[in-house]
């Protein structure tokens, strides 16, 4: 059997306790992982949750209050001016100039960078093929699309050819067909050997990573390949209810002894069960809306999807320390 | 009588058409759903049913009251909920709510057990002397929310309530959309996540100003031209790149480690991919058609830009790295 090309076993980011207060605030409240070459690294969280503080200590741009960490072997406390020169950094807000063209933001961070003159035309040639701007280059940034934008920025995080990519919500309100563009890129970026470290709080987008750190409230309250996470944080089983009245089934469903707790879930229901058998759950629903009167087309066991894991991680974290000091940002 | 209509809404700014032509109509007691990417024109058309743009072309009517001569009696029937929506951080929970009450002039009567109610409504109840700006995403979410409801409007608008929100907090926020569907609020609600978009009765999917389609999302699910197969194997990156290059008149994803195949011939397609994972010696984990989600339904129907294809056989790095 054939599998992927053997994953390399270098790490290149390392991080051990990292922490980071603002005030008496903890955004990073001790966080540890390590991330291989050429891995795709995914963090999903909410807003506030400490995934931009994360990677800005990582970059260099931040010192971390406590803990320490290294990327491509360098100390992200001492060694910050390294760093920067074997790193790429692609903000929320793209930090492209919207006055300039696509060619002048090209060039403006070819010289940021440094790139040699014979490098700098071929270089930008690239950049304008991977995205997709050549009969644009003379544009200005500010009329290009969201899609194009984004592309327009990731092509000029990379333009040194930095080994570790850093991505902060790349893909935050670009339509759906730039975005899975966008990610056919990262894959390929990501064969090349490039590191990709990207922050996401879509749950859909996160499961693109190899590896992913769930961050809540400045913790990383699990760590693993997105399949992984699936099947091991919730012993429970999770069904899925496909019904009329969703919304009223579910003041139903949730009443259940057998069932722990009921969501909405993209058109239907999920429901947790009691227990790692979905049985006595599944007959349990179908008799009580049957009862009251609903349509049931479907009541399945299901995988869980990573919003059913995160919602339990949450919930398990709330009740194992007190409703905390609020974010305070 | 329709909560909303609209009739050829449309704006522009200078050249820029950002809202081209929009006929809705929503019946009381609806949750629509307004989906798509920034920039396709969501929040203008927002601003333009909440009476805060006036319309180049076209006329809307909400809660019975013309968006361009009946503003102030609109106001009256309308919440809005925006993005910036303005708490004032040094301000407690109760006092924002007492804020939103005086400028709606809702009258000293009664009003301390409205309060009342849409803190319990909301769950603030227990954080209503604690300062605004020291509350969690979902809080501030939801005091918003409650600040909007503080004059009992019969229509809500809501733009992106929930991006940024942790799923906990979202799940919370749509049952109390839903408590206040059943007393008869019609909620407009644009939303980012394809997701979420389900749970509306019916929505419109936006893109560019003009609208790709309306109706129930199972009526935009069918919409879908052709099936899609779900393939996993041992090797998800190579099983993307071959099908790619060998199957025919098939759009194929990769995410993650799954690999989709939209397809018009299912069985001959599903027969097809087998032959193929095995000729390359991949094991095959799963090979099934999956129903699509409106994710798919929104890329299948927007044709992609051809100058913005990704650039599969393009090596992103040059040779002498």
Not at chain 2, 218 to 239: C, F, K, N, Q
Request: hydrophobic share 40%; aromatic share 6%; glycine share 8%.
């Amino acid at each position: 059997m054939r599998t992927e090309p053997t994953q390399s076993t270098e790490t290149v980011i390392e991080v051990q306790n990292l922490e980071k207060h603002f005030g008496t605030f903890k955004a990073v409240a001790g966080i540890s992982f390590a991330v291989r070459r050429g891995e795709i690294f995914g963090f999903l969280g909410p807003n506030g949750a400490g995934k931009s503080t994360t990677i800005r200590m990582l970059c260099g741009l931040l010192a971390p209050t406590a803990g320490s960490g290294r990327v491509a072997g360098y100390d992200i406390v001492r060694d910050t001016e390294k760093i920067k020169t074997r790193i790429g950094y692609m903000s929320q807000k793209f930090s492209l100039y919207d006055e300039l063209t696509v060619e002048e933001n090209i060039d403006f961070y070819s010289g940021i960078y440094r790139l040699p003159k014979t490098r700098k035309a071929e270089r930008k040639e690239w950049v304008l093929t991977m995205a997709g701007l050549r009969d644009h280059r003379r544009a200005r940034t500010s009329v290009l699309s969201g899609g194009w934008k984004q592309r327009l920025a990731l092509g000029c995080a990379v333009l040194h050819e930095p080994p570790i990519l850093f991505l902060d919500e790349p893909t935050s309100g670009v339509d759906p067909n730039s975005r899975r563009q966008f990610w056919d890129l990262i894959y390929s970026l990501s064969e090349q050997g490039v590191t990709v470290l990207v922050t996401t709080h879509y749950m859909e987008e996160s499961e693109y990573c190899d590896r992913l750190g769930v961050i809540y409230r400045g913790e990383l309250i699990a760590l693993g390949p997105p399949r992984e996470l699936k099947t091991r944080h919730l012993q429970e089983a999770v069904l899925e209810i496909e019904c009329e009245r969703p919304n009223d089934a579910m003041e139903i469903v949730e009443r259940l002894p057998e069932v722990k707790e009921a969501a909405l879930f993209g058109h239907g229901l999920h429901a947790v069960a009691r227990a790692a058998d979905a049985g006595p759950a599944d007959t349990a629903i179908r008799a009580a809306l049957a009862g009251a009167g609903f349509r049931v087309a479907r009541v399945e066991g299901i995988t869980p999807t990573l919003e059913d894991v995160f919602v339990s991680l949450i919930e398990a974290r709330d009740r194992a320390h007190a409703p905390q000091t609020e974010v305070q940002r | 009588m329709s909560a909303i209509r609209a009739t050829g809404l449309r704006c522009t700014f200078d050249e820029l058409v950002a809202v081209d032509g929009l006929n809705l109509d929503i019946a009381p007691g609806e949750i629509f759903g307004l989906v798509g990417p920034d920039g396709a024109g969501k929040t203008t058309t927002m601003r333009m049913l909440t009476g805060l743009l006036p319309p180049t072309g076209g006329s809307a009517e909400v809660a019975g009251c013309d968006v361009v001569r009946d503003v102030e009696r609109l106001k009256e029937q309308i919440g809005y909920m925006s993005q910036r929506f303005g708490l004032y951080p040094d301000l407690s929970v109760l006092e924002n709510i007492e804020f939103y009450a005086d400028i709606y002039g809702v009258p000293i009567q009664g009003r301390p057990e409205k309060l009342e109610r849409l803190l319990g409504f909301s769950n603030l109840t227990p954080f209503k002397q604690r300062l605004a700006g020291n509350l969690s995403g979902g809080m501030k979410q939801k005091l918003g929310l409650a600040c909007a409801l503080i004059h009992t409007p019969r229509v809500l608008f809501l733009d992106e309530p929930t991006n940024g929100v942790d799923p906990v907090s979202r799940r919370d926020f749509w049952r109390i959309l839903y408590q206040l569907v059943r007393e008869g609020v019609t909620i407009f609600i644009s939303t980012a996540y394809l997701d979420e978009a389900e749970r509306c009765n019916r929505l419109a999917l936006l893109h560019q100003g003009r609208l790709l389609a309306l109706g129930t999302p199972d009526e935009i699910r069918a919409m879908m031209p052709g099936a899609l197969v779900e393939v996993r194997t041992s090797a998800p990156r190579r099983t993307a790149r071959l099908l790619r290059a060998r199957l025919a008149g098939a759009s194929v994803g990769l995410f993650g480690d799954r690999v989709h195949v939209v397809t018009r011939e299912v069985v001959p397609t599903q027969a097809r991919i087998r032959e193929l994972v095995a000729a390359a010696g991949f094991e095959l984990l799963g090979l099934q058609a999956v129903e699509p989600s409106l994710e798919d339904v929104f890329v299948a129907v927007t044709a992609s830009p051809p100058a913005a294809a990704a650039p599969a056989d393009l090596s992103p790095m040059s040779a002498n790295r």
